[in-house]
């Protein structure tokens, strides 16, 4: 069985410091690590993804994440955050070989608060 | 390009009450799926499916139906509303390729 936690449920930060969000998952298969981002009353929207190759990802909007295999961890930063950052940040995982049907397990979520 | 299009954006039902929540994806994608979301426990998925007419549980299928007649629409059915059904619902869909899922705006559903 897999499983995702997020460390921790809310991090307040101000504005243009660097943020890190922390993701750790438990798997006995090969995953696929996603991190998606939630602005409030909104669906969820993909951020970034790994999927295999290069394990440092990075989003077309400041973010990046890292993929330690050894370590079980997936952590999301960003060098300098924005007031617009300000959402619930979920990371996910789904099994990289066999998953029918997509299915995908998330962790608790990350309230990121950025103030001015 | 709508998406993963969910309808209602909101609804409120009385205990026992049964109601649908729909969900279409324009994109022809193969997999589709929902979740519900709680506040402390992110997502948990309830019922998926590989394709037209195959559907099969997530981690919380009691008290939900689906059942999947086209590749677009994957219709959520809650046959006799319980307030610990008080959530919001996303649909999602993907592919086998892409690995990537595309969200719903979601359905805030309250059981009074």
């Known amino acids: 069985a897999q499983s995702v936690t997020q460390l921790d449920s809310q991090v307040p930060v101000f504005e243009e410091a660097p943020v890190e969000l922390r993701c750790n998952y438990s798997s006995s298969v090969s995953v696929y690590l996603f991190w998606y981002v939630q602005y409030p009353n909104q669906g969820l929207q993909l951020l970034l993804k790994y999927l295999s190759g290069s394990t440092l990802v990075e989003s077309i909007n400041g973010f990046e994440a890292e993929f330690n295999k050894s370590q079980t961890s997936f952590h999301l930063r960003k060098p300098s955050v924005h007031i617009s950052d300000t959402a619930e940040y979920f990371c996910?995982?789904?099994?990289?070989?066999?998953?029918?049907?997509?299915?995908?397990?998330f962790g608790q979520g990350t309230e990121l608060s950025v103030k001015p | 390009n709508a998406g993963v299009t969910q309808t209602p954006k909101f609804q409120v039902l009385k205990t026992g009450q049964s109601m649908t929540l729909q969900c279409a994806q324009d994109m022809n994608h193969e997999y589709m799926s929902w979740y519900r979301q709680d506040p402390g426990m992110g997502l948990r998925l309830i019922h998926y499916?590989?394709?037209?007419?195959?559907?099969d549980q997530g981690e919380v299928p009691n008290g939900y139906n689906v059942s999947r007649s086209t590749t677009e629409d994957f219709p959520l059915r809650l046959l006799s509303a319980a307030p610990s059904q008080t959530s919001v619902y996303f649909c999602?869909?993907?592919?086998?390729?892409?690995?990537?899922?595309?969200f719903g705006q979601g359905t805030r559903l309250t059981v009074v």
């Open positions: 499916s590989v394709g037209a007419g195959i559907t």
């Open positions: 996910a995982v789904s099994d990289a070989l066999y998953n029918q049907g997509g299915k995908l397990i």
């Open positions: 999602a869909s993907s592919t086998p390729k892409s690995a990537e899922a595309f």
